[in-house]
C-alpha cells in the first residue's frame, strides 16, 4: 500500500475543532511537547535499533524525529540500557536536536526507571511486569488479604518513581498490555478490557496518592475490539474519579502492509472520532518512519491536523467526462506541497459542485473537453482540459495561495 511522506508539523500549530468534542483532560509534558485535549493529537513511534548502540541509536531517533515523530520511544530492558540513554541525549544534542525521549520499562523495573529517568523526559511502565508475581500452580482464587499485600509490594516498589519524575517535573505512561496483565488481574477480571482498566487503575491511583498528575494512560491489544472496549471504559472509570488523564492510542502488534495499517486506522481512528485520544503510535512490523505517515493520514482524514493537501476526488462513473485518475495525479504532482489547502477533482456536474462545497478549490468536467475551476462554490472560468491545470495554478497563484515547491 502506498504511503504519503508528511512534513514534520510543530506541535503547537493550531488544529480545527472536530465534529465530536475531545475528552476534557490534563496536560501532560513531555519536554516541550504538550498532550492533552487543549492541544494537537501528538505523533509518536518506537525505534528498533539495540539502545546498547549508540550512533544506531541516535540515527534510528534522527529518523524518526525528522520524519514527523515529535517523541520517539526507546527501549531500556536493562541496566546498562538505562545507562546507554545518557550518551545518546547528549549525542542527539551535539549533532542534532533535542528530541523529546521516552524509556520503555519492563520487567522488575524499578532500579532501571529510577536511573533512566535522569535522562529521557518520560518513562513508559507496564503494571503487568513492573512488579513480579510468581504464578502459583492450581490457584483458584486471590484472596483480598493477598491483594493487599501485593497492593503494598506495588506502593513500596513504585513510590520512589513517582517521587523522581515529581521531583524532575518529568512525565509517565502507565502502559497497559492485554498480553502482559498481571496473574491476579486475570483470575479476579479474565483476560478481558476490565482487567486492564484496573490494572492501570492501581498505579494511577498511588501516583495520585502522591499529587503526582502528569501521566499518560494507555490500554493496548492487537485486536482493535478489545482496544476499543479498555478505552472507552477506561474513559468512563478515570473520568467518574476525577483522574482525567491524557490517553496514548494504539493497535499493538497490528502487522505489517495494507492489512496492519487498516487494523490501526480502525482502532485508532474510531476512538478519535469518539473524541477520546490525545497521541497515538500506529505500530507497524515494518521500518518505523513508515508508521509516522500512516498517523498523520489517520488525523488528516477525521481533521484533527492538517500535514497534507486534502484532495476530495469522486470514485468516478459512466457520467465522467475525463480520464479521472490520471488528472488527480496530475492535479495532485502540482500541488502537492500547498499544506493547508482542500482541492477537489470531479468527474461530472451531477454531484461535483455539492460534494466539493467544502474545499478551497475544485475541478470540475461539465463539458466535454472543458474544465470548470471553481473556488469554493463559485465557478470562476471554463478552460480546455489540456489547460486545466495550468489555469488552476493560476488561479491559486492569483489569490495568492499559491508557493514554490521546495
Known sequence: ???????????????PEPVYPRRPTRTVAVADVLIGSQHPVVVQSMINEDTLDIEAAVAGIRRLHEAGSEIVRVTTPSMAHAKAMEAIRDRLIQTYKPVPLVADVHHNG???????????????????????????????????AEFEAIRDRIRETFTPLVQTLKDQNKAMRIGVNHGSLAERMLFTYGDTPEGMVESALEFAQICAEQDFHNIVLSFKASRPQVML???????????????NYPFHLGVTEAGDGEYGRIKSAVGIGTLLAEGIGD?????????????????????????????MVEYVACPSCGRTLFNLEEVLHKVRAATQHLVGLDIAVMGCIVNGPGEMADADYGYVGK????????????????????????????????????VDPA
Request: contains cysteine.
Open 229 to 243: 472496549a479498555a478505552y472507552r471504559l477506561a474513559a468512563q472509570r478515570f473520568d467518574a474519579l476525577g483522574l
Open 1 to 15: 500500500m502506498q504511503t504519503l511522506d508528511c512534513p514534520p508539523v510543530s506541535p503547537q500549530q493550531p488544529y
Open 110 to 144: 524499578v532500579k532501571i526507571a529510577l536511573e533512566v529517568s535522569k535522562y529521557v523526559d518520560k518513562v513508559r511502565i507496564n503494571p503487568g511486569l513492573f512488579v513480579f508475581e510468581k504464578p502459583q500452580p492450581g490457584r483458584t482464587e486471590y484472596t483480598q
Open 367 to 402: 463539458n466535454p473537453g472543458f474544465i470548470s475551476l471553481y473556488r469554493g462554490k463559485e465557478e470562476v472560468k471554463k478552460v480546455p482540459e489540456a489547460d486545466g491545470v495550468k489555469e488552476l495554478i493560476e488561479l491559486i497563484k492569483a489569490d495568492g495561495r499559491w
Open 279 to 307: 497521541t497515538i503510535r500506529v505500530s507497524l512490523t515494518e521500518a518505523p518512519e513508515k508508521e509516522i505517515p500512516v498517523a498523520y493520514s489517520i488525523l488528516q482524514a477525521l481533521n484533527l491536523r492538517k500535514t
